[in-house]
């Protein structure tokens, strides 16, 4: 259930994501690596609300609620702030956060948290920002954040903040296999690092493989292109993540990744059906903290109900 108050203000559903390919090129002198990876946005999605306030406030509700710092830290805050200075605006707000995305799972909650914040601050403010002039703000957060403005599905290059959208003909069904514990996305960049130490790295490349199954929406066809170059170093951190995979794979999905930096395991199933059967049986043999389903693509941040524009005449 929703536990958004409904409180007046401005309210933005965002969904998370998965990297259905996922190239970690070299190092860059900024400390980010190189990308070539290819965001796809699924319904499984947080809702962010922003209200005028006295004084600055975060709450988070929601299954994941526990993890998620409510002050400064809090990403949606960061987000909004930043929009605010930017455009000399001194208002206040509440931000209410009904989180359903995991934390710290690889699937950008955080990132999607300050998308959603800027889309409900542009609305709330009226400010008229253009998607583009949005994206911008949100890259300065994080590399994820301009993905979760536009959602669907997107080639991501650049640090993962320049985007491009794909023609995808279908929609997929995922399961996804939480855990608990989270990864952290440095972490996991460094360990990825470690263990290509004294190879050469090429500069990565979109597969050309991969954009063809999109286009023709052949899960089959899609299923052996899914490619996560962060995957063996979220393994090294997290050796149980292979059971997970294997598991998975053995109950009958057509194909898995780890979700970015993990550890939350994606599974492409071949039908609704096919995602309801996966699902019982990854929750039967305990490899996974929690499971749950999802189908992509999903758009990205968009308002839901805008009670600031409802009032008196
Ligand atoms: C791995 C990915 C795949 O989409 O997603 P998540 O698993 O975090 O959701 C992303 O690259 C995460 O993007 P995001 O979580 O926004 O990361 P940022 O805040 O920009 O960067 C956090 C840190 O991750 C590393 N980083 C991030 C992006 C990148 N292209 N190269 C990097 O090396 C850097 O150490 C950076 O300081
Ligand atoms: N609104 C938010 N939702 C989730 N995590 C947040 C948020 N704001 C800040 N964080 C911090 O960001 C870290 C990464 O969160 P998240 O985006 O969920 O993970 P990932 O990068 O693996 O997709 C969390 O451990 C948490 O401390």
């Known amino acids: 259930m929703r536990t958004v108050p409904s409180s007046p203000g401005v309210q933005v559903r965002v969904p998370a994501k998965v990297n259905l390919e996922l190239q970690v090129g070299p190092l860059r002198d900024d400390g980010y690596h190189s990308l070539a990876t290819v965001f796809h946005a699924v319904n499984l999605t947080d809702d962010v609300r922003v209200t005028p306030a006295t004084h600055w406030g975060c709450v988070v509700n929601g299954p994941y609620a526990a993890a998620v710092p409510t002050g400064t830290d809090n990403l949606a805050v960061r987000a909004v702030q930043l929009l605010g200075e930017r455009f000399g605006i001194e208002e206040m707000l509440q931000i209410d956060i009904d989180k359903h ?9 955080g990132s999607a948290d300050a998308a959603a914040a800027l889309v409900a601050a542009d609305a709330l403010w009226s400010l008229g920002l253009t998607r583009a002039d949005l994206m911008g703000i949100g890259a300065e957060i994080g590399s994820d ?21 794909v023609l995808t003909q279908a929609d997929f069904h995922w ?3 939480l855990q608990h514990e989270g990864l952290s ?24 493989a991969l954009m063809s199954a999109l286009r023709s ?23 149980r993540l292979r059971e997970v995979i294997d598991t998975g794979m053995e109950a009958g999905a057509c194909g898995a990744v780890v979700c970015g930096s993990g550890p ?4 492409l199933c071949a039908s609704h059906h096919l995602a309801l059967d996966l699902m019982v049986t990854l929750s039967a043999g305990k490899v996974a903290d929690d499971v749950v389903r999802a189908v992509g693509p999903a758009p990205g941040a968009h308002v839901v109900t805008d009670l600031h524009s409802v009032g008196p005449a």
């Open 264 to 267: 939350t395991v994606a599974f």
């Open 101 to 109: 995305i995991p934390v710290a799972g690889g699937m950008a909650g």
């Open 185 to 208: 996305t440095p972490k996991v960049y460094a360990e990825c690092d470690r263990l290509r130490v004294g190879e050469s790295v090429p500069a990565p490349e979109p597969s050309g």
């Open 145 to 165: 954040v301009p993905f979760a403005i536009t959602g669907g599905t997107a080639l991501g290059s650049g640090r993962g903040e320049v985007l491009a959208p």
């Open 217 to 239: 929406g052949d899960v089959d066809e899609l299923a052996p292109h899914l490619r996560n170059d962060l995957q063996d170093a979220a393994i090294s951190l997290m050796p």
């Open 175 to 177: 399961v996804f296999a």
